[in-house]
């Protein structure tokens, strides 16, 4: 069975700092990669999709790679700002399933501060 | 891109009355449908996916039902609300293996 975990759980940093995000799966029969942000009471914002054969993507100030062998994710964030204090969640969308199934992580509590 | 609606945006409902929340597709068409719910303070639980018109599968036993009578429109219904049923619902959709987008969610509080 799939199961997602995201580490660390809570991360603050000050204002200007670059900071990562980890993500890790067990089973690496995946098809794509995703990564979202949510805002407190609000829907998710994707952010980036990786797909199975891809390394990495890259959006702006977001980078975010891909290690399908050793189950890991890394979402990159530079030069941070206080706009981006969410909660950054990844989610696999498993190749073993009967249907397009999307297994998401705990998500990562990110703070940054002015 | 497809953008996901949902309403109401918030909902206080007593127990024992009945739930129907919406959801419509724009910008696509035949999107795999799922409804998630998320309570506090903890992850995305699936609630269920539907991958055409009439065709809803269910992850978890529960109090809710779906369904999906046009292409672009998913329904979650309950006949009786439960205290449990409070939480954080979302709509999402996508086609095959592409990215999943998501509506604004609905917050439910059963009282």
């Known amino acids: 069975k799939q199961e997602v975990t995201q580490i660390p759980a809570a991360l603050s940093v000050p204002e200007g700092e670059n900071l990562v995000l980890n993500c890790s799966f067990t089973?690496?029969?995946?098809?794509?990669l995703q990564w979202f942000r949510q805002d407190p009471g609000k829907g998710l914002t994707s952010l980036l999709l990786i797909q199975s054969s891809q390394r990495e993507q890259t959006s702006g100030r977001l980078n975010a790679s891909l290690d399908k062998s050793s189950g890991r994710s890394t979402l990159y964030i530079a030069a941070s700002q206080p706009g981006d204090s969410a909660t950054y969640l990844c989610?696999?969308?498993?190749?073993?399933?009967?249907?397009?199934?999307?297994?998401f992580g705990p998500g990562t509590s990110l703070s940054v501060i002015p | 891109s497809q953008t996901i609606h949902q309403w109401p945006a918030t909902l206080v409902q007593p127990v024992g009355s009945p739930l129907s929340l919406e959801c419509t597709v724009e910008g696509t068409s035949n999107p795999n449908l799922y409804w998630y719910r998320q309570a506090a303070g903890r992850g995305l639980q699936l609630l269920f996916y539907s991958v055409g018109i009439g065709q809803i599968s269910s992850e978890v036993p529960q109090n809710l039902s779906a369904s999906r009578p046009q292409d672009r429109q998913f329904i979650l219904s309950s006949k009786k609300l439960l205290l449990s049923d409070s939480g954080f619902y979302l709509c999402?959709?996508?086609?095959?293996?592409?990215?999943?987008?998501f509506g604004p969610g609905t917050r439910l509080t059963v009282t």
């Open positions: 999402a959709g996508d086609r095959i293996r592409y990215e999943q987008y």
């Open positions: 089973d690496s029969a995946i098809y794509n």
């Open positions: 989610a696999v969308r498993d190749e073993k399933t009967s249907y397009d199934k999307v297994i």
